[in-house]
Structure formats: structure tokens, C-alpha cells
């Protein structure tokens, strides 16, 4: 009170101009006093403030740093491109990430670019001498200067000590079977993103992610493990690429199947690319036949069209059809290529490969049902799998009568040979369509995924026309005893410019061993044999194909696991018997 | 006063305690630096295991093996005849005798067998005399001759 009376007793005194000045910063009835001390306590609580921020920084270094250390090792990452590695169903390594050291630059710590010049290109003679000058004299913070140098030209660049000259170690991919499995792996590019086959499957599911968000860094991912076997894949290879050479052949492909689980064993197509040179794989001759390209399978589509014709009861194995004078429809004739001029049985026509009595029992069936049937057996969609590349079948647009007799002995619609070994796997394991996968199956999974398309008993009956087209047919040449192989022969023209080539064609055969407990589905297909003089001249099927199958199931059989049985009956005991048994 | 000793008491405490945190502190970072290194470590030797089993993979390859196979080997691949299982065996030959009777040749065997008989597989239950029984008739016949 006393203060108060003491201040506002020489307020009267106080000039008019410091009266107004005060009125003007403070108001005219503040108390100075109490606004001092509310200022005060402001500052300390600034202050306070500021140290309290000094202190959580303090402890924030003191706690953080640990883990900086540790991540920044001595090791010198430079790009997060670690990928898992790749291994066969047995557990060899197909595809591994090898450190490999990369030579690169900070120009603006080089002191004298000509000196660094010199000596690099002295010590690494591939780098192009005017191209590192420029580079090193760019204004930017970091340049490559090249890619994957062995340890030695590491060690005799770090020898030089040139300031601003350094190593990042990158992962490299290396594919230590070459072009052993060119095409189920894919590869890579030189950043390590996959850009075909399985690799670029690997990218797509949440690796491509890990490596933008710069995780993938260390080795601890787990390997993934695919279903293709090295030494099944190996002897495959080595007989397409030495049958390819014998007949001269543009390309030779070829699949093993498990009927069981849909795993794809072995997948070749010659000519193929070593996937650690990647650029030969642009060259458009070495493409995958199998799943990118699409072909007319020929004959051995005969075994849907009497599969479907068998399944749909209309026709039995003891259902005979005419085949003594070419089947005319408008202008076209259809002719047999091994004529028989009589009326042949079901059995017949498969083994005597008869496009006559393949049409008729198409025909028998019907248009819109045979349309049906090929579309449940997934022929008339792209078959999708793992791996990025995909053909889309050609399918008729218009689909009459004339293209179902066609397609009934396999012209007038292409499809990928895997999907064509996929519904042959389908009419052999018991009528299951399983999607054919190149990553590891369980039975279980596949019977989780399986459709059933035809009745167990078609399936038995075509089982004994595959075996008995072995015994005396097409396909005797591939009768490997033991094995009791079971098999389709199918030789399609070649189009040529639009038209039907009448030298040029496509053979394939389509093997099942052993016939009687189907468990692998063996495709061979040879694009454009020549004749030889150990053929007499011919260029069909039974003349190439077969023979090479028969080679490859001899060798594979026994990596299968496949016992050799010596003793069985022909086809007409054991399998027919047993389905009269079954009825 | 007593104010005057609690607070060197204070000063005295906060000397000890920022010294043993200090040391903490400078163990932590001693082994942090060793987990950093042992990671590398680590790192190094993954690097080398990967790039050991790359090369294994290269010197494992079929189309290698089976090159080396042709050059050195005389084998060749094993047909389908060449297999064989248990019951392609020749039966068991047929027991004449009954179970839980002694074989009677067995027995005769066993009888013939005396341990005095000294052959050239069966040396004598004594070494020392009879290597002296033994040296003395062959003396004689090399005398004799």
C-alpha cells in the first residue's frame, strides 16, 4: 500500500510527455512492479527450458551412438541389393550373391585429375582414358568409375593412394551352372534387380520393396527353393543340345513334369543364354519356347480328342470310325499320314495317329462340347506361372465344324507347350488339372489346387493308349525297357508365310513313365529337324523325337527315383485288365 | 556448518558418481567396438562362405563332372537291365535240418580239429619250442640234399 501511495503521489509531478510515453508502453494503470516479476519468471522458465533440451540431448548421445557404430562397419555397403539365394529341390546352389569390390570416385577431392588419370588407366587398361577424365573433372560429389574389379586391381589401386579414388563392395549375382538353367532363373541386371524368370518372380514379391526401403543389405533372408532338379535339368540339356547338332534343328525344348504335384523338374529350351552374360538373352532366337512361344502341337493333341470323346461316353474303346477315304469337308481334304483305308477302333486311330478318325470322334462330340472340353483342360487361356513370361494362346475367332477337325489332331490352334504338358499330366494322374509350378509343392498343396476335369477311368483308358501306342505304334522307338513308358507322337507343319510349309516341321512327343503308376510327364519337342540317312529320310516325330526321349528317360529315370521293372505284361493285361476290373 | 558439510558430502558424491559413470561408459564403448567388429566379422566370413559355395556350385556343375567323367572313366550310364532288386534273388537254399539240432558236419569239423596239428596256417600253441621242432627236420632235409 505504502508504494502505491508513494507512486501515485508524484504522478501530478511527472512531465506530460513521459506521462503519455509510459501510457503508450505500458497503459496507464499497470503496476510496474508485478510485470517485473512476471517477466522474471518467464526468463527462468526459458531458461530452463533450454537446458532441460541440452540435458535430454546429452542422454540421447549418450544412448544413440552405439547403434550408429555398429551399423556403419568398416565394410562399406554401397547399395542395398542383397538377394536370397536360389537352390535346386536337392539343395545346390543355382543363384548366390558374391561380394565383389567397384571402383569409384569424389571428384572434387581429387587433387590432380591427370596424375589419377594416368595411373588408373595404367593399372585398369579397359577404362576408356578421355571418358575417366571427364567423369573425374565433373563437379558432382560421386561418380562409378567401374563396375566389379577382381581383389587384385583393388589392391593395386588402393597401392597408388590416390585421394578421392575409393571401393564400395556390391553384391554381384553369379550363377555357378552357367546356362544349365537359363530359363527358370531368369537373371539379373547390373543394380542385382531381376529382370526375367524366376528373378524378376523374386522382385515382385516384396524383395523389389526391401531394396527400396534399403533393407536388404545382409545375408539372413532365406534361400528359396525351387522345384527343378540340376542333374534331371543337366541330363535333359546335354541330349536336346546333341540332338539339336544331329538333326540340325532350329531349337530343341523339352519339360519333365511331376503329374502328381505340378512341379516343373526340368524345363529346357535350346538355344538357351548363360544368365552371367545376360545380353544373349535379348537375341530373339533364344527366347523360351516353352512358356513364350506357341505352337501347333500336332498329333499329340489327339490325346484330348479322345480323351473328351472316351470321357463323354459317346464313344468307347471298342467304338470303331471310318477312315477309308479322306474326310472331305467343303474344299478341304483330310488325309492320314500313315493311311490305313479301313475302319479303325479307337485304340487304332491313337496308335496309327489317324487325323480321320481323330476328326470324326471330334465331330462324334460335338463343336460347342470339344470348345468346352479344351477350355476346362485350360488350352484356350494364357497359362500364367512364376515366371513373368507368358504367351496367350491363339484360339480361332470363329470356331465352326472345319476348326474342330482340325484341332482335333492339333492344326488351327497353338497353345505354349507347358500348357499343352499340363493337360496331358491332367489325362494321365487320375484326370487332375494341377497349374504347373517351378517353386517346391507338397501333394497335399497340389490337391488343394487341383480340379478334377476327367473321370479317373478316362484317365486309365488313355494311360493304356498312351502305353500301347509304345508297344506297336508311333512312338515305338522310346520303349525303354524297365520303364514302361507310355507315349503321343506329334509332327505339325510349320507356317510359313501364312501357309502350311510341306517340308518344314515341329515335332514333339509327349512321354508318361511308367504308364501304369503315372508320376512324370516328359515333353520333347524339336523345331524343324532335317531328314537324315538314319531316318530314310523322314522328319516325323517317331523319327527324332521319340528316340531322343527314349535317351532322356533312360538317363533320368534313375535320378527319379524310377525302379526299373523287367517283368511287366503288355498294356492289354495289365492296365486294360484292370480297368474291366474296376467296372 | 552443517550445511557447509552436507555440501562437500554433495561435491563429493557427484565426483564419484560422474567418475563411475565415465567408466561405464567407456566399457560400453569399448564393447560396442567389439560387437561392431565381430559383426564385420561375421560379415566377412558370410561374404567368403558365399563365395566358396559359388565355387563349389562351379566345380559341382553336371556338364563339369560329366566332362571330367568322360576323359578319366571308363563307366558309362547304367541301363535299365543293370538294376536290380531283393526278389530277383535266387531262392534261399532249402534247410534239411531241424531247428535246435546241431548241424552233424559242423560237429564232425569241430572233432577233427586237434591244436596239435601244426600246418602252415596254424602255428604250434608253443612259438618257442616249436620253432626249434619245426628248424631241426628242416635242417635235416637240407642236409640230406
Known amino acids: 500500500?505504502?508504494?502505491?501511495?508513494?507512486?501515485?503521489?508524484?504522478?501530478?509531478?511527472?512531465?506530460?510527455?513521459?506521462?503519455?510515453?509510459?501510457?503508450l508502453l505500458y497503459g496507464n494503470n499497470i503496476d510496474r512492479a508485478a510485470k517485473a516479476r512476471a517477466r522474471v519468471g518467464l526468463a527462468i522458465l526459458v531458461f530452463a527450458a533450454v537446458y532441460c533440451i541440452i540435458a535430454a540431448r546429452l542422454v540421447m548421445f549418450a544412448v544413440i551412438p552405439d547403434s550408429r557404430v555398429a551399423r556403419h562397419?568398416?565394410?562399406?555397403?554401397?547399395?542395398?541389393?542383397?538377394?536370397?539365394?536360389?537352390?535346386?529341390?536337392?539343395?545346390?546352389?543355382?543363384?548366390?550373391?558374391?561380394?565383389?569390390?567397384?571402383?569409384?570416385?569424389?571428384?572434387?577431392?581429387?587433387?590432380?585429375?591427370?596424375?589419377?588419370?594416368?595411373?588408373?588407366?595404367?593399372?585398369?587398361?579397359?577404362?576408356?582414358?578421355?571418358?575417366?577424365?571427364?567423369?573425374?573433372?565433373?563437379?558432382?560429389?560421386?561418380?562409378?568409375?567401374k563396375r566389379e574389379i577382381t581383389p587384385k586391381q583393388q589392391k593395386d589401386v588402393y597401392r597408388m593412394g590416390l585421394p578421392g579414388i575409393g571401393f564400395l563392395s556390391e553384391n554381384k549375382r553369379d550363377y555357378p551352372n552357367g546356362a544349365e538353367v537359363s530359363h527358370v532363373i531368369g537373371h539379373v541386371n547390373i543394380d542385382n534387380q531381376g529382370i526375367a524368370g524366376m528373378e524378376k518372380w523374386l522382385d515382385g514379391h516384396g524383395l523389389a520393396a526391401l531394396h527400396m526401403a534399403g533393407l536388404a543389405t545382409d545375408r539372413l533372408q532365406t534361400p528359396v527353393e525351387l522345384a527343378v532338379d540340376l542333374r534331371v535339368q543337366h541330363a535333359l540339356r546335354d541330349e536336346l543340345v546333341s540332338a539339336r547338332t544331329k538333326f540340325k534343328a532350329l531349337a530343341a525344348a523339352g519339360i519333365v513334369l511331376d503329374v502328381r504335384t505340378g512341379e516343373v523338374v526340368a524345363m529346357v529350351s535350346e538355344p538357351d543364354y548363360d544368365p552371367n552374360n545376360p545380353h544373349q538373352a535379348l537375341d530373339p532366337t533364344r527366347i523360351n519356347r516353352l512358356t513364350t512361344g506357341v505352337f501347333e502341337m500336332g498329333s499329340t493333341f489327339k490325346a484330348f480328342t479322345l480323351a473328351m470323346a472316351l470321357d463323354s461316353g459317346k464313344v468307347t474303346l471298342k467304338s470303331s470310325f471310318d477312315a477309308r477315304?479322306?474326310?472331305?469337308?467343303?474344299?478341304?481334304?483330310?488325309?492320314?499320314?500313315?493311311?490305313?483305308?479301313?475302319?479303325?477302333?479307337?485304340?487304332?486311330?491313337?496308335?496309327?495317329?489317324?487325323?480321320?478318325?481323330?476328326?470324326?470322334?471330334?465331330?462324334?462330340?460335338?463343336?460347342?462340347?470339344?470348345?468346352?472340353?479344351?477350355?476346362?483342360?485350360?488350352?484356350?487361356?494364357?497359362?500364367?506361372?512364376?515366371?513373368?513370361?507368358?504367351?496367350?494362346?491363339?484360339?480361332?475367332k470363329r470356331w465352326g465344324e472345319l476348326n474342330t477337325i482340325t484341332i482335333a489332331f492339333g492344326h488351327g490352334l497353338s497353345v505354349a507347350p507347358l500348357q499343352a504338358v499340363m493337360g496331358v499330366a491332367a489325362l494321365m494322374n487320375g484326370g487332375v488339372l494341377i497349374p504347373p509350378t517351378f517353386l517346391r509343392r507338397t501333394e497335399a498343396e497340389a490337391a488343394?489346387?487341383?480340379?478334377?476335369?476327367?473321370?479317373?477311368?478316362?484317365?486309365?483308358?488313355?494311360?493304356?493308349?498312351?502305353?500301347?501306342?509304345?508297344?506297336?505304334?508311333?512312338?515305338?522307338?522310346a520303349d525303354v525297357r524297365g520303364y514302361y513308358i507310355g507315349g503321343k507322337t506329334g509332327t505339325a507343319d510349320k507356317v510359313i508365310n501364312g501357309h502350311y510349309s510341306k517340308t518344314k516341321v515341329l515335332t514333339d512327343f509327349m512321354a508318361v513313365m511308367p504308364a501304369d503308376q503315372p508320376r512324370f510327364v516328359l515333353l520333347i519337342m524339336i523345331d524343324d529337324p532335317q531328314a537324315l540317312p538314319?531316318?530314310?529320310?523322314?522328319?516325323?516325330?517317331?523319327?527324332?523325337?521319340?528316340?531322343?526321349?527314349?535317351?532322356?528317360?533312360?538317363?533320368?529315370?534313375?535320378?527319379?527315383?524310377?525302379?526299373?521293372?523287367?517283368?511287366?505284361p503288355p498294356a492289354d493285361q495289365l492296365i486294360l485288365a484292370s480297368i474291366r476290373e474296376s467296372r | 556448518m552443517i550445511f557447509r558439510i552436507l555440501n562437500l558430502l554433495v561435491i563429493g558424491v557427484l565426483v564419484l558418481a560422474a567418475a563411475y559413470v565415465y567408466r561405464i561408459k567407456f566399457d560400453a564403448t569399448v564393447q560396442a567396438e567389439r560387437l561392431a567388429k565381430i559383426r564385420s566379422e561375421v560379415r566377412h566370413e558370410r561374404d567368403t562362405i558365399a563365395a566358396l559355395r559359388a565355387e563349389w556350385g562351379e566345380l559341382d556343375n553336371?556338364?563339369?563332372?560329366?566332362?571330367?567323367?568322360?576323359?578319366h572313366l571308363q563307366l558309362k550310364p547304367t541301363a535299365s537291365t543293370q538294376f536290380g532288386s531283393f526278389d530277383q534273388l535266387p531262392e534261399h537254399p532249402p534247410q534239411f535240418l531241424m531247428p535246435g539240432v546241431a548241424d552233424p558236419i559242423g560237429v564232425m569239423i569241430e572233432n577233427l580239429e586237434e591244436p596239435e596239428t601244426v600246418t602252415g596256417s596254424v602255428p604250434a600253441p608253443d612259438a618257442a619250442s616249436s620253432a626249434g621242432e619245426a628248424a631241426a627236420p628242416a635242417a635235416a632235409a637240407a642236409a640230406d640234399q
Not at chain 1, 558374391?98 to 585429375?113: F, M, Q, T
Open chain 1, 1 to 23: 500500500m505504502t508504494t502505491t501511495a508513494q507512486e501515485t503521489a508524484p504522478l501530478p509531478a511527472e512531465p506530460w510527455r513521459r506521462r503519455l510515453l509510459r501510457g
Open chain 1, 73 to 145: 562397419g568398416p565394410s562399406g555397403d554401397a547399395i542395398a541389393t542383397a538377394r536370397p539365394d536360389i537352390l535346386d529341390r536337392r539343395g545346390e546352389v543355382l543363384a548366390t550373391d558374391v561380394r565383389v569390390p567397384s571402383l569409384y570416385g569424389e571428384p572434387r577431392h581429387i587433387i590432380d585429375v591427370d596424375e589419377a588419370v594416368e595411373l588408373l588407366t595404367a593399372q585398369l587398361p579397359d577404362l576408356d582414358a578421355s571418358e575417366l577424365r571427364e567423369r573425374l573433372s565433373s563437379k558432382r560429389g560421386f561418380v562409378w568409375l
Open chain 1, 325 to 396: 477315304m479322306p474326310l472331305r469337308f467343303g474344299k478341304f481334304d483330310i488325309h492320314d499320314f500313315h493311311a490305313q483305308h479301313r475302319v479303325l477302333t479307337v485304340p487304332e486311330i491313337f496308335t496309327y495317329s489317324s487325323n480321320i478318325g481323330a476328326a470324326r470322334a471330334a465331330l462324334a462330340v460335338g463343336v460347342e462340347a470339344h470348345k468346352a472340353f479344351l477350355k476346362k483342360l485350360g488350352q484356350l487361356d494364357r497359362l500364367r506361372t512364376e515366371l513373368p513370361e507368358s504367351a496367350e494362346p491363339i484360339v480361332p
Open chain 1, 448 to 477: 488343394a489346387l487341383g480340379k478334377q476335369v476327367i473321370k479317373p477311368q478316362t484317365s486309365e483308358m488313355m494311360r493304356y493308349l498312351m502305353r500301347l501306342n509304345v508297344e506297336k505304334g508311333t512312338a515305338e522307338k
Open chain 1, 534 to 568: 538314319e531316318t530314310h529320310g523322314f522328319t516325323t516325330s517317331g523319327w527324332n523325337a521319340v528316340p531322343v526321349g527314349g535317351a532322356v528317360v533312360s538317363r533320368i529315370a534313375p535320378l527319379l527315383g524310377i525302379e526299373p521293372r523287367l517283368d511287366l
Open chain 2, 62 to 71: 553336371p556338364a563339369r563332372i560329366e566332362a571330367l567323367a568322360k576323359r
